[in-house]
């Protein structure tokens, strides 16, 4: 255990604040019955798919196959698996609380690394940064990555510094190929980490040692061969026209000074008043005392004293972090934000945030008290913002339940989502694709899902996909459905919106609706003429 003057102020009580804190953080989950979250209930359909796969009332094996050995399926395999022994809806959200939950422990793991330089109330600012822009857009690959990647970058410095012996090198190479069924794109950046780190190493006259990059070798190039047969390997009639028509949209830049001004709302969601902006400033608030009441360089007795011995008491290695925050940041403002209609730049932001938090110095032992103030309310505040925002989310989505309850099970559904924002969540579609919870509890199949992407751990059997379908009725476009042209291809529609909406949508035709809250059911099985 550390010393009492340690930074780090010993093990125990760290570890178990911090811990307390970050269950504290995921409890806005269990809250509502939906998380307001974009994809995730189009996920949790396909975690649905195995879980219920041998159910004949779900239609899962007539329409479907299993394709687990792709990249990006571990949430949906993990989430299947715990649904046997509790309810899917609830393992889901387990499995993404778990996921926010974690980045504070994975954090405090990457200051104990800094030795006398850390400080582990940063764990918390960290923590803070969870419900950024993978949470609302409900990228659940994504929303893992985040502590795993800094527990990755954890246990790569210590690889790389000479520690830990074999169990660490194989530890890490375990976790290089975990992230091939999390993301790849998060295994690159870690690989990244691992050379930038290696160089730090070397320019701070430790010599070169690439172990750290050995271990991950191996996954990084699984994941390059992964996305190459993707792309170019696959055949034609294996990508379906959905995959195809967003492969030939343009690459999506933004400008610098809008990078620079959106990372706040990517931080931290976008709510309603600027409430990001609040975040933004208390985080901001946080780095500035964090240097102006640095220890100014000098290092700490005791057993934090051997964090500076010889070449790692280089400003090289001491800084190392900082370099990667960094590193992560530049490669934000280089990347494009949407390739082949994949957004890729904004999800590192939250992750930019995360790192930087883990390498802000410690404080002067006089001056904790004063930055412990503003790490509480940032984390505070946070927790406030998403509590409202998944309350009122559960209002908006309230009627869904009953409606689900009065359909049969294994029938085509297509969802037809009018303003798909919320007063609170007012910059995330978090509506548009609540008809997949359809599919999670009922079967069958829906319009528009990840199912049509090859990444995707579901496929679909040959004539069962919806061909060019997803791109005339995507959640964009619900105005565009037409009873004549398309009512005979589905058995439901769910309708998200007013009377008028549907009035308008089915005008001339005496069908059956039923009505609960915002949420309209329209039997179409008699539609067809």
């Known amino acids: 255990m550390a010393v009492s003057g340690s930074p780090l102020g010993g093990r125990r009580r760290p570890t178990l604040a911090v811990a307390l804190a970050s269950a ?48 990006h399926g571990a949430w949906e395999l993990l989430t299947a698996g715990l649904a046997w022994l509790m309810p899917i809806e609830f393992a889901g ?41 993978a949470f609302w857009f409900g990228f659940v690959g994504s929303l893992a990555a985040y502590p795993l990647c800094l527990a990755g970058v954890a246990l790569t410095d210590r690889v790389v510094a000479g520690e830990g012996g074999r169990r660490a090198l194989v530890g890490l190479f375990a976790l290089g190929l975990l992230f091939y069924g999390v993301h790849l794109q998060f295994l690159l950046v870690l690989f990244g980490a691992a050379g930038w780190l ?47 028509a967003l492969a030939t949209t343009p690459t999506a830049w933004n400008p610098l000074s809008v990078k620079l001004a959106t990372m706040g709302g990517l931080t931290f969601g976008v709510h309603p008043g600027g409430a990001e902006h609040v975040a933004a400033l ?14 100014n360089g000098e290092a700490p007795a005791g057993e934090a004293a051997a964090s500076f011995e010889g070449w790692t008491g280089s400003r090289w290695w001491r800084h190392r972090f900082a370099g990667l925050a960094l590193a992560l940041l530049a490669v934000y403002l280089l990347v494009p934000e949407r390739v082949s209609g994949f957004l890729v730049a904004g999800r590192l932001v939250p992750l930019v945030a ?16 004063l930055l412990a103030l503003p790490v509480a309310a940032l984390v505070a505040w946070q927790l406030a913002v998403v509590t409202l925002d998944v309350r009122d ?13 009065a359909t049969e099970p294994g029938r085509d559904v297509v969802g037809l989502v009018f303003a798909p924002t919320t007063d609170q969540v007012p910059a995330f579609p978090v509506l548009a ?26 496929a679909y059997r040959e004539g069962r996909d919806w061909g060019t379908l997803p791109i005339e009725l995507s959640e964009r476009n619900p105005q565009d459905f037409d009873l004549r042209r398309h009512g005979g291809r589905f058995d ?38």
């Open 393 to 405: 989310f559960d209002r908006e989505a309230a009627g869904l339940s009953e409606l689900l309850a």
């Open 198 to 244: 290696t160089i730090c190493r070397r320019a701070a006259g430790g010599g070169w040692r690439w172990r750290g990059l050995a271990a991950l070798a191996p996954a990084a190039a699984l994941a390059v061969g992964a996305v190459a047969w993707m792309r170019w390997m696959l055949p034609a009639e294996a990508v379906s026209a959905l995959e195809r």
């Open 282 to 295: 208390l985080l901001l608030a946080v780095g500035v005392l964090a240097v102006l009441c640095r220890r």
């Open 93 to 133: 959200k387990l499995v993404v609380a778990l996921s926010v939950a974690a980045v504070g422990p994975a954090a405090l793991a990457v200051l104990r690394r800094r030795g006398g330089d850390g400080w582990w109330p940063w764990a918390l600012a960290a923590l803070a940064c969870a419900y950024g822009y």
């Open 24 to 71: 504290l953080f995921a409890v806005p989950l269990f809250l509502a019955r939906f998380p307001p979250m974009v994809d995730y209930p189009q996920h949790l359909a396909m975690a649905a798919v195995y879980r219920f796969w041998g159910d004949a009332a779900r239609g899962f094996a007539e329409h479907f196959t299993l394709t687990w050995w792709r990249p």
């Open 492 to 529: 439901y529609a769910l309708v998200h919106g007013d009377r008028a909406h549907v009035a308008r949508l089915f005008a001339g035709r005496s069908l059956p609706v039923r009505s609960a809250g915002s949420w309209h059911l329209v039997e179409l099985e008699t539609a067809v003429e």
């Open 433 to 458: 694709h609540l008809p997949a919870y359809y599919q999670v509890r009922r079967g069958g199949r829906v319009l528009v899902s990840k199912i049509d992407l090859t990444h995707a751990p579901v």
């Open 354 to 369: 995360m790192v930087a938090c883990c390498a802000l110095p410690a404080p002067r032992l006089g001056r904790r008290g």
